[in-house]
T-cell receptor
Framework: KAGVTQTPRYLIKTRGQQVTLSCSPISGHRSVSWYQQTPGQGLQFLFEYFSETQRNKGNFPGRFSGRQFSNSRSEMNVSTLELGDSALYLC??????????????FGPGTRLTVT | AQTVTQSQPEMSVQEAETVTLSCTYDTSENNYYLFWYKQPPSRQMILVIRQEAYKQQNATENRFSVNFQKAAKSFSLKISDSQLGDTAMYFCAFMKHSGNEKLTFGTGTRLTIIP
């Protein structure tokens, strides 16, 4: 089974621009979660989607948004980029706790650099 | 809110030796899951081992085992017969058992296996 894939792997943007990151979960997985990883703040939860519905949201400003499609693929968007948004953005998928499986499997991440 | 503490920022051990990584957490929940994830340098996050809080038996996966002390809110990871490929950042993580798929991570322990 193919693992979680994320595109693009690397991205360089300028302050004020917006960016869209994509995540394709493991086949059959309906839950997709997003995390931001930085040296200063560590790993922080952004949001989680299940069957196209956002179920949980972390403590991030409204510039961070996401969505999930009917095929469980997910995108996250960051508008009006700031230097502090430079980070590794990780996507993780799982079958879902409701399906009795709670393990999250991570993709390779998208390295976003804001200049 | 849940917090996860990893008090050892860095550790090193000789190849073939045993090493134990510490993790403590704080929660008012009774049912939850605990995880150890491994993130090798420039590579993606891998699930190492998981533990359900309602299970008294400590989880084991080959050379990896945990010491789960629920009353003490402690969840340490023991790596036996350490190998060079075990060199990585190790993150302890917590998830509530409530359909909430959010992982709360510790700050990580950088483990180096010395040849």
């Amino acid at each position: 089974k193919a693992g979680v894939t994320q595109t693009p792997r690397y991205l360089i943007k300028t302050r004020g621009q917006q960016v869209t990151l994509s995540c394709s979960p493991i086949s059959g997985h309906r839950s997709v979660s997003w995390y931001q990883q930085t040296p200063g703040q560590g790993l922080q939860f952004l949001f989680e989607y299940f069957s196209e519905t956002q179920r949980n949201k972390g403590n991030f400003p409204g510039r961070f948004s996401g969505r999930q499609f009917s095929n469980s693929r997910s995108e996250m968007n960051v508008s009006t980029l700031e230097l502090g948004d430079s980070a590794l953005y990780l996507c993780a998928s799982s079958l879902g706790v409701v399906a009795g499986s709670y393990e999250q499997y991570f993709g390779p991440g998208t390295r976003l650099t804001v200049t | 809110a849940q917090t996860v503490t990893q008090s050892q920022p860095e550790m090193s051990v000789q190849e073939a030796e045993t090493v134990t990584l510490s993790c403590t957490y704080d929660t008012s929940e009774n049912n939850y899951y605990l995880f150890w994830y491994k993130q090798p340098p420039s590579r993606q996050m891998i699930l190492v081992i998981r533990q359900e809080a309602y299970k008294q038996q400590n989880a084991t996966e080959n050379r990896f085992s945990v010491n789960f002390q629920k009353a003490a809110k402690s969840f340490s990871l023991k790596i036996s017969d350490s190998q060079l490929g075990d060199t990585a950042m190790y993150f302890c993580a917590f998830m509530k058992h409530s359909g909430n798929e959010k992982l709360t991570f510790g700050t990580g322990t950088r483990l180096t296996i010395i040849p």
